[in-house]
């Protein structure tokens, strides 16, 4: 099964729905429109598919561990949604958080992100998708990954701005 990774602003309306509502949270990740905000302000989305993983090793230097506020592609913030544990995740962060985040993204120096980057090791611990010593032709993961983290930063900066919440769905 393919895991992906997408994130999406939430107001605080529609946070406390998703936590009060776990059965919601299909119905919000379907909805194109404003999912029981009022203000109908519109959300903004980032995909990255099955990056997420090899971004969070570059991150925090695990597969799994790390330090909050960068770990949060994989942990953090809290649990929403009606999800069988080996389908996925969907987690939300509070606006604070995702200053923080927004923040701590912006200072994560890309050379750091550059020297992690081990095709080898992360084959060994098994980054998903397990592709990193054998990848496609005409393919760079390491530009790749780079590049979805500069849209990462510019995300999050975005949802920090508009003071929203940030949802992380895995699935």
Known sequence: MEMLCTLRSAT???????????QSLEAFL???????????????E??????????QY???GTPWEGAAPLDFLVRGGEDVGDIPSDEGTARIF????????AQALAKAPESTLRRRYD??????????????????EDVDPLEE????????????ATVAKREDALLVHIG
């Open 12 to 22: 605080e309306a529609q946070r406390n729905a998703l936590l009060q509502a776990p």
């Open 46 to 55: 980032l995909d990255i598919g099955e990056a997420w993983h090899g971004l």
């Open 119 to 136: 095709p080898v090791e992360m084959q060994a611990q098994d980054i998903y998708p397990g592709t990193w010593d054998e990848p496609e």
């Open 58 to 60: 570059l991150l925090t």
């Open 145 to 156: 990954l780079i590049s979805y983290f500069e849209e990462l930063q510019k995300f999050v």
């Open 94 to 101: 509070t606006p604070a958080q995702v200053k923080a985040l």
């Open 30 to 44: 379907d909805d194109e429109e404003d999912f029981g905000d009022s203000k109908g302000a519109a959300f903004v």
